[in-house]
């Protein structure tokens, strides 16, 4: 199966900063999907984006689908020492969640 | 809220080993999914399962085998592991295929 691209691999951020990540596809999704992971923990779903250009907020995360549905981008304000972990992107071209494609992750280090 | 428990947090096994990864979900969901987590790969799906003793091969289901004998519980099998599945296993559930993913906390395994 496909990859998405996600960018970038890792960031270190003082507490307070903005964070923004991106994942891009070169295939079509019908849906975008956000999770985190944070350490010793599963991934936990944040945003699920479902139409394109759609702009969607959960709390201080904010999460937008590309308008060519080929990109979507997650932004966080203000960070804060919980939000280290690894973020995933995910990608569902139509269809149940085996066929859904993941990215291969952001990880996030918040520098208190 | 729903629990996927995997039944090891961390596992040692030596190479040719037969070894069992194992899964429950206490919310009655009708699909289960087994996914490995390497580091700049993202998730990837190994099998999903849809229904008892259904089963379909995911995106790298070489070198694994799933069991699904109850509807709660979704087994992984490595026949005969190999140092190339040293990786985080995590295994997911959803109520139907378009609803959201609910993980286990992940086993690593390591093989040696």
């Known amino acids: 199966g496909q990859q998405l691209n996600q960018s970038p691999q890792s960031m270190f951020i003082q507490e307070g900063e903005d964070v923004s990540m991106n994942c891009t596809s070169s295939s079509i999704f019908n849906t975008w999907l956000w999770y985190k992971q944070e350490p010793g923990e599963g991934p936990v779903l944040l945003i699920a984006?479902?139409?394109?250009?759609e702009l969607t907020s959960n709390g201080r995360l904010t999460a937008q689908f590309g308008i060519t549905r080929k990109d979507s981008f997650l932004n966080i304000s203000a960070s804060i020492p919980s939000d280290v972990g690894i973020y995933f992107c995910?990608?569902?071209?139509?269809?149940?969640?085996?066929?859904?494609?993941f990215g291969t992750g952001t990880k996030l280090q918040v520098i208190p | 809220d729903v629990k996927v428990t995997q039944s090891s947090r961390y596992l040692v096994k030596r190479t040719g080993e037969k070894v069992f990864l194992e899964c429950v979900q206490d919310m009655d969901h009708e699909n289960m999914f087994w996914y490995r987590q390497d580091p700049g790969l993202g998730l990837r799906l190994i099998y999903f399962?849809?229904?008892?003793?259904?089963?379909e091969k995911g995106d790298i289901p070489e070198g694994y085998s799933v069991s699904r004998e109850k509807k709660e519980r979704f087994s992984l099998i490595l026949e005969s592991a190999s140092t190339n599945q040293t990786s985080m296993y995590l295994c997911?559930?959803?109520?139907?295929?378009?609803?959201?993913?609910?993980f286990g906390s992940g086993t690593q395994l390591s093989v040696l």
């Open positions: 997911a559930s959803s109520l139907r295929a378009t609803e959201k993913l609910f």
């Open positions: 984006l479902y139409k394109a250009g």
């Open positions: 399962s849809y229904d008892v003793k259904m089963k």
């Open positions: 995910a990608g569902q071209p139509s269809g149940g969640y085996q066929k859904v494609t």
